[in-house]
């Protein structure tokens, strides 16, 4: 009796040990887990993205193709933004220099999709984006009428959160509210990672560029081990 009690305990020693082994064979095969990011969200999936067309700020169609061979960053929001965008944008800029500085993978195209088409024209676009950097480029939908539908599908697979808040009876005149993130597409066109930003104690939404910065070249360093499939 005593021997079928140590021969049942360790039938069930080694199964428990094999189930240690096979969950710790899927965590470490998750690039996710392996990699000690403090901002970005790494997809264990990336998503291709449905084909869109968009214009630049150079009054050029910008499509899906325009993404395949390069690494992109993607910022959102819109011209008359008081704080966040153009907070947004001057930390791209310096996390490029920085980039190219270091020589860190400074291979990567900073974009800029507008969500107030409306009222953020290309010539418009054009001065605001060149403020912040000359390779910065500018993109909104290329009609808001004709194609509104293709452009929330794309908004809306990237995770682009906006609110557009219009006063009954005065249409020339609302507010913007939109999400913050910054988005990275890899060289297939696809949505490989999303860089979240910080809370400070009082509830104020900001991207530290240390994070950005680490995350990125962490994410570029191991690319080859889950992006090029």
């Not at 901002?39 to 700020?57: G, K, Y």
């Not at 984006?129 to 993109?139: K, P, Q, Y």
């Not at 809306?156 to 913050?180: A, C, F, M, N, T």
Request: glycine letters at 6%; a negative charge.
């Amino acid at each position: 009796m005593r021997a079928k009690l140590w021969l049942g305990a360790g039938i069930l020693l080694m199964v428990t040990l094999v189930l240690v082994s096979i969950s710790f064979m899927l965590v470490k095969a998750s690039p996710s887990v392996n990699l000690s990011l403090q901002s970005a969200s790494l997809l264990q999936e990336p998503i291709t993205l449905s084909d869109f067309t968009l214009v630049n700020h150079h009054k050029q169609y910008f499509t899906q193709a325009d993404l395949r061979g390069q690494w992109h960053l993607l910022a959102y929001g819109y011209l008359n933004c008081p704080d966040v965008c153009p907070a947004t944008l001057l930390l791209l800029n310096s996390l490029m220099f920085s980039l190219q500085k270091d020589n860190q993978f400074a291979d990567v195209q900073l974009l800029f999709y507008t969500i107030d088409p409306d009222r953020d024209s290309t010539e418009k676009l054009a001065e605001y984006v060149a403020f912040f950097g000359e390779d910065i480029i500018g993109l909104k939908p290329v009609d808001t009428e004709v194609l509104a539908g293709i452009a929330k599908q794309f908004e809306q697979e990237l995770g682009i959160r906006v609110k557009i808040s219009r006063p009954e009876g005065d249409e020339g005149s609302y507010q913007v509210g939109h999400g913050l993130a910054i988005y990275l597409l890899d060289p297939q066109g696809r949505l490989h990672a999303v860089f979240e930003p910080s809370v400070d104690p009082f509830g104020n939404r900001h991207f530290t560029k240390d994070d950005i910065y680490h995350d990125y070249v962490l994410i570029r360093k191991n690319a080859n081990r889950f992006t090029m499939q």
